[in-house]
């Protein structure tokens, strides 16, 4: 009997991210039946797993805007052989950055204090919610990425060519014609 080729094992997490990211993802279409040949999904928004095993490739969405994102990413990066950035939030904080240039203290006050349409409003202070960081980072401010898969969000065709050229043991290569901003 032929011996069956041990599957990739990959995860993926959403940081300070949209989604939008993990949603190219599924837009691989009928690919991700192939793709599932070769790859087997540990922890992942998309499997709904909650606790990581150790894994070969690890795909992060999102950038780093509070405590928590900070903590989840440093145990990601321990399970993951092979970290990859996806998207523009995880490679330079992308959107969620905007709000670097302002003061976190304006921010949480015009958001719950002083913005239209605010009656007897308050900053949350629940321990249990995380901290804010004073700024959006990237996550290579704080892990060893691999790898960056840019676009915002890359499309599922990125995404697919990007796998099988990391599965086919290549480093991959995405012409300027896969890298998109949408
Ligand atoms: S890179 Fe774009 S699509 Fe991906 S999480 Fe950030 S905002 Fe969303």
Not at 24 to 48: K, V
Not at 153 to 173: V, Y
Request: glycine share 8%; hydrophobic share 40%.
């Amino acid at each position: 009997m032929a011996e069956q080729k041990q599957k990739v094992r990959v995860a993926t997490v959403s940081l300070a991210g949209c989604f939008g990211c993990h949603m190219s993802f599924l837009d691989m279409d009928e690919r991700l039946i192939t793709l599932l040949d070769r790859i087997e999904l540990d922890c992942s928004p998309l499997t709904d797993i909650k606790q990581c095993g150790d894994c070969d490739i690890g795909l992060v969405e999102g950038g780093l805007c509070n405590a928590e994102n900070v903590h989840k990413l440093r145990e990601f990066r321990a399970r993951c052989k092979t970290l990859v950035a996806v998207g523009a939030c995880a490679i330079n904080g992308g959107l969620p950055a905007q709000r670097n240039h302002l003061d976190i203290r304006d921010c949480l006050q015009t958001v719950y204090l002083t913005g239209p349409g605010i009656e007897r409003g308050f900053i949350p202070n629940d321990p249990e919610l995380p901290l804010p960081l004073k700024q959006v980072h990237p996550i290579h401010d704080v892990v060893k990425v691999d790898y960056f898969l840019p676009g915002c969000p890359p499309s599922g065709e990125a995404i697919w060519q990007f796998l099988t050229q990391l599965l086919a043991g290549h480093t991959p290569q995405l012409g300027h014609a896969l890298l998109r901003y949408d």
